[in-house]
């Protein structure tokens, strides 16, 4: 049975679909508010705190996927580098380092404008891909700011996309 199978009525919150996937996929949750959401989703690299939350004013779901990061001040630079060259490789969301609060952010927005409708299998992707993209540009990261690395050197490791299977 599909995702959506499972929620019959017309009009669904997106949140209320975020909640379900959480458990569905047994990931600790927090429910801030009516229109936002906290979780916390493993991955290979590390866990990420994944945060979701709805704008009924411009009709957007956004996306914010963290994780914290301390580089030393003289790295803050090639850091910045880096990121603009991961960003040119991002054709959804993109990423950005909050430095006062020592956290790299992977963020996105899904625009539902006019009474459009997520569906679930969106919303799981949105969130999947989200991770996915941390998981791929993590050791990057790692490596420009503490391997000594230039942003160039330091995007090469990052994993691939695969295309087909063998």
């Known amino acids: 049975m599909a995702m959506a199978e499972t929620f019959q009525t017309e009009e669904v919150h997106p949140i ?6 959480a458990e569905f996929n047994e990931w600790e949750f927090d429910r801030i508010a009516d229109d936002q959401i906290a979780m916390a989703v493993e991955g290979q690299w590390r866990t990420y705190s994944v945060t979701l939350a709805w704008s009924p004013y411009d009709e957007t779901l956004r996306l914010v996927c963290t994780f914290e990061m301390e580089p030393p001040e003289d790295k803050e630079a090639g850091l910045y580098e880096l990121l603009n060259k991961v960003n040119d490789q991002c054709w959804a969301g993109s990423f950005t380092y909050w430095t006062e609060q020592k956290m790299m952010v992977f963020r996105y927005g899904l625009l539902l404008t006019g009474g459009q409708m997520a569906s679930p299998e969106q919303i799981d992707m949105l969130i999947r ?19 000594n690395r230039t942003a ?13 299977h063998a």
Not at 16 to 21: F, R, W
Not at 153 to 160: D, Y
Request: hydrophobic fraction near 45%.
């Open 16 to 21: 209320d679909i975020v909640e379900t996937l």
């Open 129 to 147: 891909a989200s991770v996915g993209s941390a998981e791929r540009y993590y050791p990057a990261f790692q490596l420009q700011v503490w391997g």
């Open 152 to 164: 160039e050197e330091a995007l090469q490791v990052a994993i691939a996309e695969a295309y087909g």
